[in-house]
């Protein structure tokens, strides 16, 4: 009989925890509870994190005609000025390169720039040109957009004696939109590399289009070559 009251009296005395049905409800109730948060330290890796700008984002926060800078491990892109092209060895051609073409223009090494244009050079162009040690040539012609519009012949002996000295190689030829003046000097230094007036002229409208001009071709076709000093050693023929 004692034995049997003291048996009683330990399950009345004994906490509910201590049951095997307590243990188990206790182990789902865990289960259910949310995981630990993450370290401090991995929080604030994330949160410091500032996502890349995107392009757009790039393109709005850059000022007109101002280079943009390459973000960190992105390559800078290369942005050739308008109409341009190899013309010879050594020799290119294109339009009136603005600063977001000078990074290109860096990666031509050039030696010399043959401008046809009368005005002005503008100052970060300049600045550019002495920064890589680029000579600067200004041959003003009148960009005049009348039919008969008189070409000086002068102007275009000197732009070839520019261009054939391979000193000043390499050498970017450019006016404007790089197709008329651009295209007659180029048009005159295909004579001396004797090609046919056909391909000359095929060249020339392949740059100007729409807007050629027939008073450049007459004066391509008429322009005398016979007093130009030229070897096959000075350029590439």
């Known amino acids: 009989m004692r034995q049997d009251a003291a048996s009683l009296v330990q399950v009345l005395t004994a906490r509910p925890e201590d049951a095997p049905a307590a243990r188990h409800h206790r182990l789902k109730e865990r289960a259910r509870e949310p995981p630990p948060a993450a370290p401090a330290e991995e929080e604030e890796h994330h949160t410091d ?18 280079a943009a800078a390459p973000a960190p491990g992105e390559e800078l892109l290369l942005v050739p000025p308008l109409n341009f092209a190899m013309v010879d ?12 073409n000078l990074p290109f223009l860096e990666s031509l090494r050039l030696r010399s720039v043959l401008c ?7 100052e970060p162009n300049l600045e550019f040109l002495r920064a890589h040690g680029i000579t ?48 007659c000097v180029v048009g005159c230094l295909r004579k001396l590399q004797r090609w046919c007036l056909t391909s000359i ?36 023929c």
């Open 116 to 122: 046809l244009c009368p005005e002005p050079y503008p």
């Open 49 to 66: 994190a500032m996502p890349p700008p995107s392009a757009c984002e790039a393109v709005l926060t850059r000022r007109e005609g101002e």
């Open 201 to 236: 002229f095929d060249e020339y409208q392949r740059f100007a289009a729409a807007k050629a001009r027939v008073s450049d071709l007459r004066f391509i076709e008429l322009f005398d070559i016979s007093s130009i000093k030229h070897t096959p050693g000075s350029f590439t």
């Open 136 to 183: 600067l040539f200004q041959l003003g012609i009148d960009g005049s957009k009348e039919p008969f519009v008189n070409i000086p012949e002068d102007r275009i002996r000197e732009a070839l004696k520019v261009i054939l000295d391979v000193r000043n190689h390499p050498v970017l030829i450019h006016c404007k939109r790089g197709k008329h003046r651009t295209g």
């Open 89 to 100: 060895h050594g020799v290119y051609r294109s339009g009136f390169p603005d600063v977001s």
